[in-house]
């Protein structure tokens, strides 16, 4: 069945350089996440989405990112000016609602040298 | 700040039974997940509980006690394919549907 996809699934940018990461979610699916990896450690929320609407972008670091979710289906995370720091895999996840069990893709593996 | 705690690392021998613990304190609290993370994959959803006690699926059992802000998984006949991360979530941190993770804890199974 079609789960969430995620692409590109890998990303090399040099320092300095915007890239735009695609999320495909679940169809049907209200609610979209984005979560940021690093190597060992546990995702991190960035962003949330209820259909089209931002509800929740606390976790973004700086405003060099950037979500959006135009028509409330796909969404893209932007990263302007993208610096060392920034290199982690950038998970998608999308639920039904709210406080359903939350679906990931496989990642996008961002690295900036 | 929130604080969701979870033991590094784990082994254990196949055919065995293991507890992965899980302690949080957050500004909020709609219900605790487990996911299994495999080394370069997704997570992937194993267990949730919102109301305190056992929930049992199969091999896979999860526990909260919302009084002591503590979870744990247990893991009974233990199979080399059980080898993973396995990530303790909270939802409702802020009256937001996010989840907060812990670090996650990497059990190795020998054989």
């Known amino acids: 069945g079609a789960g969430v996809s995620q692409s590109p699934r890998y990303k090399v940018a040099k320092r300095g350089q915007d890239v735009a990461l695609r999320c495909d979610p679940i169809s049907g699916h209200v609610s979209l996440f984005w979560y940021q990896q690093a190597l060992g450690q546990g995702p991190e929320f960035l962003t949330y989405?209820?259909?089209?609407?931002?509800?929740?972008k606390s976790g973004l670091p700086s405003d060099r990112f950037f979500a959006e979710r135009p028509e409330g289906s796909v969404s893209t995370l932007k990263i302007q000016r993208t610096q060392q720091e920034d290199s982690a895999v950038y998970l998608c996840a999308s639920s039904l609602r709210g406080n359903n069990e939350q679906f990931f893709g496989p990642g996008t593996r961002l690295t900036v040298l | 700040g929130q604080n969701i705690d979870q033991p590094t690392e784990m082994t254990a021998t196949e055919g065995a039974i293991v507890q992965i613990n899980c302690t949080y304190q957050?500004?909020?609290?709609?219900?605790l997940f487990w996911y299994q993370q495999h080394a370069g994959e997704a997570p992937t959803f194993l267990s949730y509980?919102?109301?305190?006690g056992l929930e049992e699926k199969g091999r896979f059992s999860s526990f909260l006690s919302r009084s002591k802000g503590y979870s744990y998984l247990l893991l009974k006949e233990l199979q080399m394919k059980d080898s993973a991360s396995y990530l303790c979530a909270v939802s409702g941190v802020d009256s937001s549907y996010k989840l907060i993770f812990g670090s996650g804890t990497r059990l190795l199974v020998r054989p």
């Open positions: 989405f209820q259909n089209e609407a931002q509800l929740d």
């Open positions: 509980n919102v109301l305190d």
């Open positions: 957050t500004s909020g609290f709609n219900g």
